[in-house]
């Protein structure tokens, strides 16, 4: 079983940059991927990034490019995402996730998420 926590959320004003971290523990996640999601009020949960076991390669949802950059250090067992020029409709519960299935396009672990507030 794996246990997956965020941190480095918080609340920042438009332009500005956070840098979530997640860590898990439970077991080693080095051999899956890993990715980060995101929940405004009232919406459904959305994409934001995922990497492969190594990170040598990355996805993005495409409004995001640019900005957005995920990494993960395996030795620490911990993935990130470096969030820059922050906006308004950035503002969500950000969560991270491990172990894709991309057969059916679903993921096995999820954290319980870390607040992003940004202000105009």
């Known amino acids: 079983q794996v246990q997956l926590v965020e941190s480095g959320g918080g609340s920042v004003q438009a332009g500005g940059s956070l840098r979530l971290s997640c860590a898990a523990s439970?077991?080693?996640?080095?051999?899956?991927?890993m990715g980060w999601f995101r929940q405004a009020p009232g919406k459904e949960r959305e994409f934001v990034a995922r990497l492969n076991w190594n990170g040598g390669r990355t996805w993005y949802e495409d409004s995001l490019k640019g900005r957005f950059t995920i990494s993960r250090d395996n030795a620490k067992n911990t993935v990130y995402l470096q969030m820059n020029n922050l906006r308004p409709e950035d503002t969500a519960v950000y969560y991270c996730a491990a172990d894709f299935d991309s057969v059916a396009g679903t993921w096995e672990y999820w954290g319980q998420g870390t607040q992003v507030t940004v202000s105009s």
């Open positions: 439970g077991r080693t996640v080095s051999s899956y991927a």
